[in-house]
């Protein structure tokens, strides 16, 4: 700027046509690096989504769709299905959602209705930082102090109680390990909780007051305009937040492949080990060197991942901007 | 319709339950870090920052992993900050509105709840397998793309915060676009922009997943970000499972070291946008 003001001359103004050019090379070059980098992470989920595919294409011509309802995990005879996997990422997931959605119903009524304004922040903020507790900690934490606790206290009187009622009992046989499903799904809950709470707080914020003050006004009760008023008008958003808790319960890794038992045996009980997707790739990469089947079938494990998060994740999106907009 | 008792009753029930539930949140976060401290202070000697990982019995310390993850923080802030905050001033200016900008807002989203596994893998793909073998850069880059959607998605939040009227007062003023959003709006969102980038270290810091399969881990000194690289989360996730004492107790002096890193990180981040506004 200060190059086209001295070539104006002793008149001290500025000819139309330098104006127009004050921004000079710089400009373009900047916008063009807004845009360049806009696009970059536009095309990044496709760049990870293609290199997981084609990295797994291998197992995709060796098993074809097979492979999704294959149980067997076989690195002797080279047999490998997805089966297992599967089931243990979506069973401990929602074991997760199960566990996590009656605590932050609970959390948000608290800190929306019930803390007392100074201690509102506080709380809110000790809520929130479970979530910055990197998962590996969890990891930690849940196999030496949880799935111990689980074995002894937790586990052997509900085998006992709940074990020998059919149909229903199905959920609670075998020997009381610690680890496994129910313990992944319990450290999965506590680790989602933040997340969906922070959301149904938002949610339930954006309620206009003048709709709760009606239903307080002819007699209603705290709890009763939560559920009656509150909830409802944010119903389609707090679904969002909780299709987001379980998009982040799915990916888990490292917390989940402390606890899980790492068994790759299909089992409907709740206390049997298991193993997710993730897991089994935070396992087993070590012993699937470059050009192995186990490594391709390892990416297209990744690559079904990816997709089942991806359509999680994209709802969740779809719902909490279906209201916020 | 129940008695007015009941209903009452019911409320008050509920009021208790819901304490109780967020009582409980509190004290799950008190007993994870009464858990680490326990553990892990015991283990904090001053050893642990002057020597390197050794094999069990020989009084190692995490200095190659505590220096490793610092190197290959510092290079994925030095790649993914940058890009995170001109896509996030991308979406916030230019693409407003436009097709290229919500589609961009979307996959952000998704790449922000995205399993970082799954970054480590096609990191893998994309330079483990071709160049031969595992390196500080791979995982430098595969936390660089964790740390881009947590800075795109903070400056854009931050840099809607900025009113209109600043913009338009220096665009009024001749000012071309580099200088209304490097000396105007970014100026203006400062402590917006911080936060954000104190919140992709703290991320960056604790994940273990995407360095897996990407920096690998080593045992050794080396500073040397063509080889594998020693990193504190994969680290700790080797000592924590090893049937040594000594290597236990050295994952949770790790562990302690991160979590209290990682929560200090958090809360100065929201004490820097408290004093902002």
Same mark, same amino acid.
């Given at each position: 700027?200060?190059?086209?003001?001295?070539?104006?001359?002793?008149?001290?103004?500025?000819?139309?046509?330098?104006?127009?050019?004050?921004?000079?090379?710089?400009?373009?070059?900047?916008?063009?690096?807004?845009?360049?980098?806009?696009?970059?992470?536009?095309?990044?989920?496709?760049?990870?989504?293609?290199?997981?595919?084609?990295?797994?294409?291998?197992?995709?011509?060796?098993?074809?769709?097979?492979?999704?309802?294959?149980?067997?995990?076989?690195?002797?005879?080279?047999?490998?299905?997805?089966?297992?996997?599967?089931?243990?990422?979506?069973?401990?997931?929602?074991?997760?959602?199960?566990?996590?959605?009656?605590?932050?119903?609970?959390?948000?009524?608290?800190?929306?209705?019930?803390? !007392?304004?100074?201690?509102?922040?506080?709380?809110?903020?000790?809520?929130?930082?479970?979530?910055?507790?990197?998962?590996?900690?969890?990891?930690?934490?849940?196999?030496?102090?949880?799935? !111990?606790?689980?074995?002894?206290?937790?586990?052997?009187?509900?085998?006992?109680?709940?074990?020998?009622?059919?149909?229903?009992?199905?959920?609670?046989?075998?020997? !009381?390990?610690?680890?496994?499903?129910?313990?992944? /799904?319990?450290?999965?809950?506590?680790?989602?909780?933040?997340?969906?709470?922070?959301?149904?707080?938002?949610?339930?914020?954006?309620?206009?007051?003048?709709?709760?003050?009606?239903?307080?006004?002819?007699?209603?009760?705290?709890?009763?305009?939560?559920?009656?008023?509150?909830?409802?008008?944010?119903?389609?958003?707090?679904?969002?937040?909780?299709?987001?808790?379980?998009?982040?319960?799915? /990916?888990?890794?490292?917390?989940?492949?402390?606890?899980?038992?790492?068994?790759?045996?299909?089992?409907?009980?709740?206390?049997?080990?298991?193993?997710?997707?993730?897991?089994?790739?935070?396992?087993?990469?070590?012993?699937?060197?470059?050009?192995?089947?186990?490594?391709?079938?390892?990416?297209?494990?990744?690559?079904?991942?990816?997709?089942?998060?991806?359509?999680?994740?994209?709802?969740?999106?779809?719902?909490?901007?279906?209201?916020?907009? | 319709?129940?008695?007015?008792?009941?209903?009452?009753?019911?409320?008050?029930?509920?009021?208790?339950?819901?304490?109780?539930?967020?009582?409980?949140?509190?004290?799950?976060? *008190?007993?994870?870090?009464?858990?680490?401290?326990?553990?892990?202070?015991?283990?904090?000697?001053?050893?642990?920052?002057?020597?390197?990982? +050794?094999?069990?019995?020989?009084?190692?310390?995490?200095?190659?992993?505590?220096?490793?993850?610092?190197?290959?923080?510092?290079?994925?802030?030095?790649?993914?900050?940058?890009?995170?905050?001109?896509?996030?001033?991308?979406?916030?200016?230019?693409?407003?509105?436009?097709?290229?900008?919500?589609?961009?807002?979307?996959?952000?989203?998704?790449?922000?709840?995205?399993?970082?596994?799954?970054?480590?893998?096609?990191?893998?793909?994309?330079?483990?397998?071709?160049?031969?073998?595992?390196?500080?850069?791979?995982?430098?880059?595969?936390?660089?793309?964790?740390?881009?959607?947590?800075?795109?998605?903070?400056?854009?939040? +931050?840099?809607?915060?900025?009113?209109?009227?600043?913009?338009? *007062?220096?665009?009024?003023?001749?000012?071309?676009?580099?200088?209304?959003?490097? +000396?105007?709006?970014?100026?203006?969102?400062?402590?917006?922009?911080?936060?954000?980038?104190?919140?992709?270290?703290?991320?960056?810091?604790?994940?273990?997943?995407?360095?897996?399969?990407?920096?690998?881990?080593?045992?050794?000194?080396?500073?040397?970000?063509?080889?594998?690289?020693?990193?504190?989360?994969?680290?700790?996730?080797?000592?924590?499972?090893?049937?040594?004492?000594?290597?236990?107790?050295?994952?949770?002096?790790? *562990?302690?070291?991160?979590?209290?890193?990682?929560?200090?990180?958090?809360?100065?981040?929201?004490?820097?946008?408290?004093?902002?506004?």
């Amino acid at each position: 700027m200060d190059a086209t003001i001295d070539s104006s001359g002793a008149t001290g103004r500025i000819p139309i046509h330098q104006a127009k050019s004050i921004g000079g090379l710089s400009d373009p070059l900047f916008v063009g690096a807004l845009w360049a980098s806009g696009i970059f992470v536009l095309i990044l989920l496709g760049l990870i989504i293609a290199q997981l595919f084609l990295g797994g294409l291998p197992a995709l011509q060796e098993f074809g769709l097979d492979f999704l309802w294959t149980a067997s995990w076989n690195p002797v005879t080279e047999k490998y299905g997805a089966l297992v996997m599967i089931y243990g990422t979506l069973f401990s997931a929602v074991i997760a959602v199960v566990v996590a959605l009656p605590l932050s119903f609970g959390i948000a009524f608290f800190l929306t209705e019930i803390a !007392p304004q100074p201690l509102k922040r506080p709380i809110g903020v000790a809520v929130q930082l479970l979530a910055a507790v990197p998962s590996i900690i969890y990891g930690m934490w849940g196999f030496f102090v949880i799935a !111990p606790l689980m074995a002894a206290y937790v586990q052997p009187p509900l085998i006992d109680l709940l074990g020998p009622i059919p149909v229903l009992g199905a959920l609670f046989q075998g020997p !009381p390990l610690g680890s496994g499903m129910f313990t992944a /799904g319990l450290i999965l809950a506590v680790m989602i909780v933040p997340f969906i709470t922070a959301m149904f707080v938002e949610t339930l914020e954006s309620v206009p007051p003048m709709l709760k003050e009606s239903a307080y006004g002819v007699g209603c009760t705290t709890f009763e305009v939560y559920r009656n008023v509150s909830v409802p008008y944010g119903r389609t958003a707090m679904v969002g937040a909780v299709m987001l808790g379980l998009g982040r319960a799915l /990916g888990e890794t490292m917390a989940v492949t402390f606890v899980i038992g790492n068994a790759t045996r299909l089992s409907a009980s709740l206390f049997a080990p298991g193993a997710t997707i993730a897991s089994t790739i935070a396992n087993e990469f070590p012993e699937a060197p470059i050009g192995s089947l186990k490594l391709t079938s390892l990416l297209q494990l990744g690559f079904i991942l990816f997709v089942i998060s991806f359509i999680v994740l994209a709802l969740s999106r779809a719902l909490v901007r279906s209201r916020l907009d | 319709m129940a008695s007015l008792a009941a209903r009452r009753a019911k409320d008050t029930t509920v009021k208790v339950v819901s304490t109780g539930f967020a009582v409980l949140a509190i004290l799950l976060l *008190a007993w994870i870090l009464l858990t680490l401290v326990a553990k892990g202070l015991p283990a904090l000697g001053l050893s642990v920052f002057t020597n390197v990982t +050794m094999p069990p019995g020989q009084n190692g310390g995490l200095l190659n992993a505590i220096v490793g993850s610092l190197i290959q923080i510092a290079i994925a802030l030095a790649i993914g900050g940058p890009i995170g905050i001109f896509a996030g001033t991308f979406l916030a200016e230019n693409g407003k509105g436009t097709k290229i900008g919500s589609a961009a807002r979307f996959v952000n989203d998704i790449l922000l709840s995205a399993p970082s596994i799954l970054v480590g893998l096609f990191i893998y793909q994309l330079l483990v397998v071709p160049f031969g073998g595992f390196s500080g850069w791979a995982g430098s880059l595969a936390l660089a793309i964790l740390v881009i959607p947590v800075i795109v998605r903070t400056t854009e939040d +931050m840099l809607n915060l900025v009113p209109v009227g600043l913009r338009e *007062a220096a665009f009024a003023l001749g000012a071309p676009q580099w200088k209304v959003v490097m +000396m105007v709006t970014w100026r203006a969102a400062r402590a917006g922009i911080v936060t954000g980038i104190l919140l992709a270290i703290a991320r960056a810091a604790g994940e273990t997943a995407p360095l897996l399969f990407t920096s690998l881990g080593n045992n050794s000194w080396s500073v040397n970000l063509s080889k594998p690289m020693a990193s504190l989360p994969i680290a700790i996730y080797q000592y924590a499972g090893s049937p040594f004492d000594d290597w236990v107790a050295l994952a949770w002096a790790g *562990a302690l070291l991160i979590t209290v890193g990682v929560l200090v990180l958090n809360v100065v981040s929201r004490l820097v946008l408290a004093r902002s506004h």
